[in-house]
C-alpha cells in the first residue's frame, strides 16, 4: 500500500460534513483485504451486468482476470470503464461497515513480469484456491498449465475515483489527479 494518497472530501449532502474522512491508507487497506468484489460492466446495448469476483488491490490499482470469452471480456471490448465495489456493512447496518467503489478504466495487462506479480499476489492472497502460472499473455490455472485451457485475461483498473459509504461519516470521495471522474 502506498503511503500517502488522496485526500477524502466528504458530500455534506449525503453525509455529516464534520465528520473526519477516513485517510487513504484506511481505504486501501480494506481494498487489499477484501476476499469478494462486485465489478459492474456495460453490454453493447447499453445494459449492465455485475457480477462477483476474486482480486488484488496491488500497487494502487485492482486488479481482475476472466476468460477471454467470458461477458466481462466482451463488455470491455466495446466500453473498458467499470466500477468495482467491495464492502463490510452487512447485518451491522450503515454505521458499523464501509462500503466501496472504485471507478476507473480497466486495462488489459500483457506484459509477463507485470502478469508474474500479480499471480504472485493473488497466490500471496488465496493461496492454493488461486494459484496461477502465466502463459503468453495472461493466466493459466497451475494445474492446467501444460493443457488446452485458453486461460484468462488479466485487467488492472487504475482508479480514477473511489467513493467510501458509511463508517459514520456518509459518503466520502477521492479523486486521483488530473483523471477525475464526476
Known sequence: ????????????????ATAT?????????RLSSAQLYWIVSVRTDGRPHA????????DGSFAFCTGPHEQ?????????????????TGAGGWD???ELVVEGVAVRV???AALQTLADAWYAKYGEDWLFDVRGEGFVERSESGGGSEGAW???VVPDKVLAFGGGHG???????????T
Open 96 to 98: 458499523s461497515g464501509v
Open 1 to 16: 500500500m502506498r503511503e500517502t494518497g488522496p485526500s477524502g472530501v466528504i458530500d455534506p449532502r449525503y453525509g455529516d
Open 154 to 156: 488479466v485487467y488492472r
Open 171 to 181: 459518503q466520502t470521495a477521492y479523486r486521483f489527479g488530473s483523471r477525475h471522474a
Open 72 to 88: 466481462k471480456a466482451r463488455n470491455l471490448d466495446g466500453n473498458a470503464h467499470v466500477a468495482v465495489t467491495t464492502g463490510s
Open 51 to 58: 457480477v462477483p469476483l476474486v482480486g488484488v488491490w496491488h
Open 110 to 112: 500483457t506484459e509477463p
Open 21 to 29: 474522512a477516513p485517510p487513504w491508507a484506511e481505504i486501501e487497506r
